[in-house]
């Protein structure tokens, strides 16, 4: 069976433009995997990693923080909030992220009650995912 057209987009941008064999993404639900054939659907994503696996460059993963994913028979299209390849990842940015988010929750736990709880949660999520996969990336 042909491989799966991908188009992963962001809010500026296009962030990758492929084919695989498989598309490996997270829903509120949990795991999800495309392969050719697939029913036309659209779906949530959030935020975590998609991996697309067997395009002409090997496995891919691309950070997405929070989006849609289109399917067809013969395609996948990612609209993200924001996506990002893990060498375009800035390692001290993501752990500034990461430091600034759990200080706002610990100001909230502490009794803040101008700290908005959810926001600062996605921010902690957007900035492990982006230390998780550029260190997986620097250590192959």
Known sequence: MADLKVKILSADRVVLETEAKAVVAWMPDGEFSVLPGHINAVMPLEIDEVRLIGTPKGD??????????????DSVLILGEAAELPNEIDIKR???????????????????????????????????????LAKKAQSR
């Open 60 to 73: 891919v993963v691309v950070a997405v923080h929070r989006g849609l994913m289109e399917t067809t028979p």
């Open 94 to 132: 993501a752990e500034e992220a990461k430091a600034r988010a759990e200080k706002r929750l610990q100001q909230a736990k502490a009794g803040r009650k101008d700290v908005d709880v959810v926001r600062a949660e996605a921010a902690l999520k957007r900035a492990l995912l982006r230390l998780r």
